[in-house]
Structures are given as C-alpha cells and as structure tokens.
T-cell receptor, first 113, second 110 residues
Framework: DAGVIQSPRHEVTEMGQEVTLRCKPISGHNSLFWYRQTMMRGLELLIY????????DSGMPEDRFSAKMPNASFSTLKIQPSEPRDSAVYFC???????????FGDGTRLSIL | DQQVKQNSPSLSVQEGRISILNCDYTNSMFDYFLWYKKYPAEGPTFLISISSIKDKNEDGRFTVFLNKSAKHLSLHIVPSQPGDSAVYFCAATNAGKSTFGDGTTLTVKP
C-alpha cells in the first residue's frame, strides 16, 4: 500500500516567492494533518482536516500560510510570500479518523534564502 | 507553555538491555497517548499507543506505561537492538489534536 506522499521532497527558493507543498493522503483516511518541524519549536501542528473540512487552524503562524483540501486525495499548504524563518521540514500525515495513529509522509525540507 | 515534555534529549544503552524513555504532560484533558519512532530523512512512524483508561499496553518488545496521577508515561524496549536507534516522540491527544514532545534520541550500542 502506498503511504502518505509529499512533494517536493526538497524546495529551495528565495524570500518573497510563493511556495506550494503538496500531500496525497492514504486512501480511505478521513483526517489529514500538516505539521512543521524546527529545532526551536519541535514538531508543531499547523492545521488539520476531517472529511476535507478544516477543523482547527490555530497553529497556522500567520496569514501568509494557507491550506486547502479540495478533495479526499489531495491537500496543499501554501506560503505567500515566503520568509527565511519559514525554513523547516513540513510533514503531512493522515489517519482513518482524528483520534487514531497518524501515518506521516517523509516531509518536505524547505529552505528560504 | 510546553504541554508535552521529554526531558532527556538523548539516551544510550547497550544492546540487549532495557531502554526506558520518559514523557510528562500537563493537560489533564489528554485522553490518548502515542509513541512514534523517527529515522533521519523519514517521517515519524507509529509505534504503540495507550488510552487514558488503561495503565499499560504491550506489543512485543515495546511496553507503554501510563501514570495518570503523575501525568507521566514511559516506553520500555526490552531487549534493545541496534535497529532501535532513532528519535522517539511521545504525543498526547485531545479532541483529535496531537501535541508532540521534542523527542529523545536513542542510541543502542552493539
């Protein structure tokens, strides 16, 4: 079975550019989560969806960040405009429902110069 | 305000011995606890979990203990193997939302 698929694996871009991270959850999973991992703040939840509907976006750092889930098999996390402090590893995870173990993708390593 | 804490950034044990990883939490509303293992350049993978109504859950070499009164959980690995060397995260969940600790790097020496 395919796991959670994230793309790209690495992204290097200049400050001010728009960045779009992509995620394909495991088929049949109803919950999808976006996390960010940094040395300073560890692994922090940005937003999560149930049945494609955003449930809690209190972790989204500011208006420059937005996430969408147009259908059950695809989600995006967008940063516009990007800043150097956004540099981190971004993980997407999915689970059958929101109180069950999550399956993580391998992450996108984002570097903003 | 860090609600989930793993106070030991690293732990080193000899192969065959027991590894004990600890985690403390502050929010009494957490009702489900999990341990994940992470290798470099990969995402975390689920290891074992425990509901707040239990105090112990065992799966092969892995056992998780929960002490609700102390707001403390621990992961025991017996016997430890070199392949267990990884970063271990504990996570606590409430209303579907998981909060992670900062992780403990376990090194198992042959």
């Amino acid at each position: 079975d395919a796991g959670v698929i994230q793309s790209p694996r690495h992204e290097v871009t200049e400050m001010g550019q728009e960045v779009t991270l992509r995620c394909k959850p495991i088929s049949g999973h109803n919950s999808l989560f976006w996390y960010r991992q940094t040395m300073m703040r560890g692994l922090e939840l940005l937003i999560y969806f149930n049945n494609n509907v955003p449930i809690d976006d209190s972790g989204m750092p500011e208006d420059r960040f937005s996430a969408k889930m147009p259908n059950a098999s695809f989600s995006t996390l967008k940063i516009q405009p990007s800043e150097p402090r956004d540099s981190a590893v971004y993980f997407c995870a999915s689970s059958p429902w929101n109180n069950q173990p999550q399956h993580f993708g391998d992450g996108t390593r984002l570097s903003i110069l | 305000d860090q609600q989930v804490k793993q106070n030991s950034p690293s732990l080193s044990v000899q192969e065959g011995r027991i590894s004990i990883l600890n985690c403390d939490y502050t929010n009494s509303m957490f009702d489900y606890f999990l341990w994940y293992k992470k290798y470099p350049a990969e995402g975390p993978t689920f290891l074992i979990s425990i509901s707040s109504i239990k105090d112990k859950n065992e799966d092969g070499r892995f056992t998780v203990f929960l002490n609700k009164s102390a707001k403390h959980l621990s992961l025991h690995i017996v016997p430890s193997q070199p392949g267990d060397s990884a970063v271990y995260f504990c996570a606590a969940t409430n209303a579907g939302k998981s909060t992670f600790g900062d992780g403990t790097t376990l090194t198992v020496k042959p």
